[in-house]
T-cell receptor, first 114, second 109 residues
């Protein structure tokens, strides 16, 4: 399977715990995006990388959230001191720089904070 | 005001019906426009791009009116398999996608 993969697919955690999600983009894609989707809403942009550089962060990305893409390949999204409001589907997408309007999404990581 | 607004529905239609979804966007500088489809508990997938001249892909027709900042999607002869949430998506400069809330479609036998 050469699509975008995400791990884990599901995560249940207690409030106050830290969680980390991983995204592996399509191998030749140099852009990687993170989005968050809550029930009944469309995905909301969080941040994106071009290679290893983080180029834009949404105001939604509070200081409890951090994302990295250390070698320009896979990316991690960490949430510290989780809150119940963090419960959502976290979606990763990737694209080529010259085709940023064509983004391929992974299956998402569904986070439940108890 | 949200950047991309859609009627959330749900739209409940019988098989064979024609259904139309509408969407408005607020950023007049937006450059590209799309409709994505999202099945229940799955990731969004690109359905089609939307061009000012209008474009068609089989039973699906998309239209863009830049002056009114309005996007539409028409589905003809709807099938049971068309049941999904349809997301209106705008790409302003910079690469990120801005999604509408999504419109839920349920096609009944």
């Amino acid at each position: 399977d050469t699509g975008v993969s995400q791990d884990p697919r599901h995560k249940i955690t207690k409030r106050g715990q830290n969680v980390t999600f991983r995204c592996d983009p399509i191998s030749e894609h140099n852009r990687l995006y993170w989005y968050r989707q809550t029930l009944g809403q469309g995905p909301e942009f969080l941040t994106y990388f071009q290679n290893e550089a983080q180029l834009e962060k949404s105001r939604l990305l509070s200081d409890r959230f951090s994302a990295e893409r250390p070698k320009g390949s896979f990316s991690t999204l960490e949430i510290q001191r989780t809150e119940q409001g963090d419960s959502a589907m976290y979606l990763c997408a990737s694209s080529l720089i010259e085709r940023t309007d064509t983004q391929y999404f992974g299956p998402g990581t569904r986070l439940t904070v108890l | 005001r949200k950047e991309v607004e859609q009627d959330p529905g749900p739209f409940n239609v019988p098989e064979g019906a024609t259904v139309a979804f509408n969407c408005t966007y607020s950023n007049s500088a937006s450059q590209s426009f799309f409709w994505y489809r999202q099945d229940c508990r799955k990731e969004p997938k690109l359905l089609m791009s939307v061009y000012s001249s209008g474009n068609e892909d089989g039973r699906f027709t998309a239209q863009l009116n830049r002056a009114s900042q309005y996007i539409s999607l028409l589905i003809r002869d709807s099938k049971l398999s068309d049941s999904a949430t349809y997301l209106c998506v705008v790409n302003p400069r910079g690469g990120k996608l801005i999604f509408g809330q999504g419109t839920e479609l349920s096609v009944k036998p």
